[in-house]
Structures are given as C-alpha cells and as structure tokens.
C-alpha cells in the first residue's frame, strides 16, 4: 500500500510542508527510515535526526522550527506520537488478514450463541450458555467458560481463558495466555496451621475498549465483582486480584501487581513492577513509579509517588539527593567529632 504526504495529512488533520506527492510504503523509527518510509519525531532530544534521515516523509509538531534545511517531506500536527499511532492503526486493519469461520476440530455447545461473522479457531472451546459476540474472533486454543459473555468485535489471541460467568466487553483485545477469572487468593487460618480455601463465586467484568497483555492473570471475585473499568490498558504480565476495579483509561506496565479489593481511579498510570497493598484506593490521576511499593491509600488526585514504601515523588527525589551526600555528610560528622574531642581535651 502506498500513501503521499497529502493522504497522510487529511488522515491525522495536518498540513504537508514540502511535496504533498512524497509517497510512503511503510513505517520505520525515525534514525533507521530509508527513503519511502514513514517516521515521526514526538521527543526534541531526538531532532538530530531530523536532518539526517533517509525517510521521505516525517511527522513533526506544528510549531517545530528547523534549525536547518530537511530533506524529508513534513506534516505537521499537534500531536506526532498521536497521529503516528493512528496511521499505524489504520494501516494495521488494511493489512490484516481476518479470519472467519469456525475451525475443526473445535467444541461449541449446542446452546452456545455464536454472533455473524465470528471466527473460532482450531482447538478452542466455547461452553453451555456461552455468548459470543458479533464480529467477535477467538484464536485457537481459546476457552470461554460456561455462561460467559464476549462482545462485539473482541479478539482473544491464542491460549485465552475466559472462565465461567466471566462478561467480556465490545472491542476488547486479550494476548495470548491471559486468564480472567481464575479464583482469588482466599484462604482461611485454620486452629491447626492449615488453611481452607474460601469459594470464590463471584466474576470479572471487562468493559469495552480495554486492552490487556500476554500471560496477565486477573482473578474472579470472592463475592461480586472484579471490574476493569473501560478504555484501561494493561501490560504483560500482570495480576489483578480479587475484588479489584481499575478505573477507565487507567495504564499499568508489565509485572505489576495489585492486591484484593483495591480500588484504583481513572487515568492512573503504574509503572512496572510496582505492587499495590490490599484494600486502598488510588485517587484518580495518581502516577505510581515504577518498582514502587504502595501500603497506604492515595488520596489526592495527581499525586505522584516513588520508592518502598511509597511516597510523594518531590520528597522521593529530595531524599535521593541527600542520600547521594551520605558518604560526605558522615565524614564531616566524623570530623566534628573529632573537633568536639580536642576541644573537651584542652578544657581539662
């Protein structure tokens, strides 16, 4: 597929600053691009090269002033990282092959409700009382559990498991080996050192425009629901326990983990390997850094919080920075002790 510069302006709402004619076949990062290629240039500390790509068209912010001449064709935009992402997008749908139909060998049970163009994959299974929306595609090796719910135009990628009552959204992504509805973490102390386990009969809700990584686990709730609130983005590698709500547009990067009946608010952002304490609320806004370790409730919208346990990010970095002048601090400590003795000496 080939585009000009004047196609990719009227898609993204920009202006061509150069040859509305340049033409591109693909996409590349704006250091390697060769000449038919697409970039674009969102961070200033990568505008070198802007004056040495090869890419023949670049997409660049609507207010950047070149501090010298450039080959490549530019479009302009208020947001670069948005449009590129949005050409990315459309190109992705164009090129994609999309499968239809249902695959044999496969399971669905007689009183399963398949939509209209559904594609079920080799392998895969769709239990009693199963519904599966239209448009919805489930890749081989799926599980949908028995009265569980997958909405329109959804996509499980292979080896998703959707337990039993679980509601999957409309146009949710799932990558391959996530597990939604596994049982929460419940069990009871028992006089003897044991534990019993405590059923866990409630369910995840997924709602529409949710994405969710490869080999994330978001667990069933003891009672009620889990929920992931619509439009949150989740990472690789994840676990969400029982009872937990994350809230709409909320992000969470990889091998993040968030402990039972936390309520996290919307747009939210959490970095990697941070962990969240059970039953605390995250105000909305809030940005957990990563490897964070969050024991108390965040109750301030927009806070931003580093370290273990968790604090105030201008503190964090202020300590940071004290922590640096430790080495300094202790031999000058040393010195004034040494100072005090001499002293304390000559008075006797």
């Known amino acids: ?94 090129a994609a092959h999309r499968p239809s139909g249902i695959e044999q060998p496969s399971h669905v049970a007689p009183d399963a409700s398949i939509g209209k163009d559904v594609y079920i994959g080799a392998f895969a299974y769709v239990a009693e009382g199963a ?20 909405g ?47 059923p866990q009969i409630g369910r995840v809700v997924v709602e529409d425009h949710v994405e969710i990584g490869a080999n994330t686990c978001i667990d069933r709730a003891t009672m009620g629901e889990t929920r992931i609130r619509q439009g949150a983005k989740l990472d690789n590698l994840i676990q969400i326990a029982h009872n937990v709500e994350v809230g709409a547009d909320t992000v969470i990067a990889a091998q993040a983990g968030v402990s039972g009946s936390t309520k996290v608010g919307r747009n939210v952002q959490i970095g990697g390997q941070a962990g969240i304490a059970g039953h605390l609320a995250i ?28 604090f105030e990010h201008t503190d964090y970095l202020r300590a940071q920075a004290v922590s640096r002048k430790l080495p300094d601090l202790e031999k000058r400590i040393l010195e004034l002790e040494g100072l005090v003795r001499q002293l304390l000496a000559e008075r006797v």
């Open 131 to 150: 519904v599966v929306g239209d448009g919805a595609q489930l890749h081989p090796q799926t599980y949908v559990g028995r009265n569980a719910r997958i």
């Open 283 to 310: 105000a909305d806004g809030s940005r957990i850094n990563g490897q964070s370790g969050v024991t108390k409730s965040i109750r301030r919208p927009n806070t931003a919080v580093n370290g273990t346990p968790a």
């Open 152 to 198: 329109k135009g959804s996509v499980l990628h292979p080896g998703v498991k959707i337990y039993h009552d679980c509601i999957i959204g409309d146009d949710v992504t799932i990558h391959a080996g996530c597990v939604i509805g596994g049982d929460g973490f419940g069990f009871a102390p028992q006089p003897d050192g044991t534990y019993a386990k405590v």
């Open 1 to 94: 597929m080939e585009f000009s510069a004047a196609q990719i302006a009227s898609m993204v709402g920009g202006r061509v600053d150069g040859d509305p004619a340049a033409a591109v076949t693909s996409f590349a990062k704006i250091e390697e691009a060769l000449a038919g290629q697409l970039a674009f240039l969102a961070n200033p500390k990568y505008e070198d090269h802007l004056y040495t790509t090869h890419a023949s068209v670049v997409i660049v912010r609507s207010d950047l002033r070149p501090r010298t001449a450039v080959d490549a064709t530019l479009v302009r935009v208020e947001d670069p990282y948005g449009a590129f992402a949005l050409l990315l997008t459309a190109y992705q749908r164009m």
